[in-house]
């Protein structure tokens, strides 16, 4: 059966809207240890004025919240679910089980083993149950993979992305200029 949310979860703590975007997204934390990672994604989406929520949901001790905000993503106006998640990392896995919604996996490194097996339990996915997955602590490239995927029907974002991308290869270029100077140094 399909739970409904109470109101102020529907939109989350830390909204940030935008004329610009149709569609938000939802960042979903297993815990609050995961927030630097997520501040990543906050960051990017932010400079890209796309809007988003965020929210803890853990897929061990909240199966069933975690369960409603995936089944009722869609319809509270979420257009990507970008999941952050370490050791077991179940979450974005949980979360993609529930919606059809594109869900966005990131690692993050915990005590044992550096991020790999978040890794691995985020990327090995079963058929038919799709998690796109970043590297671990890529919360930048979640969000960037987030907005690539709203940019598919939304021609200001696309442009807002293009000019991001010129704007790193200028930088990567004007580096490039000064470096054999820098050798000398």
Not at 95 to 102: E, F, H, I, K, S
Not at 159 to 169: P, S
């Amino acid at each position: 059966m399909m739970g409904t949310l109470p109101k102020e979860q529907q939109g989350g703590q830390e909204e940030r809207k935008s004329m610009n975007s149709a569609k938000k997204v939802a960042i979903i934390l297993g815990s609050d240890s995961d927030l630097p990672v997520a501040k990543k994604a906050a960051a990017t989406l932010k400079e890209l004025e796309i809007p988003f929520a965020i929210h803890i949901y853990s897929a061990h001790r909240t199966p069933d919240a975690a369960r409603d905000f995936a089944r009722n993503a869609r319809a509270a106006g979420f257009g990507v679910i970008i999941a952050a998640a370490g050791m077991a990392a179940h979450l974005a896995g949980a979360l993609a089980a529930n919606t059809t919604l594109p869900v966005i996996g990131i690692p993050c490194a915990g005590p044992l083993l550096d991020g790999l097996d978040a890794l691995l339990s985020t990327v090995q996915m079963p058929s038919g149950i799709p998690v796109a997955t970043v590297a671990v602590g890529g919360g930048a490239n979640a969000a960037l993979l987030a907005a690539e995927m709203l940019a598919l029907s939304d021609p200001a974002l696309t442009e807002r992305l293009e000019k991001r991308r010129q704007a790193e290869a200028e930088a990567v270029l004007r580096k490039d200029a000064g470096i054999a100077a820098r050798l000398e140094e």
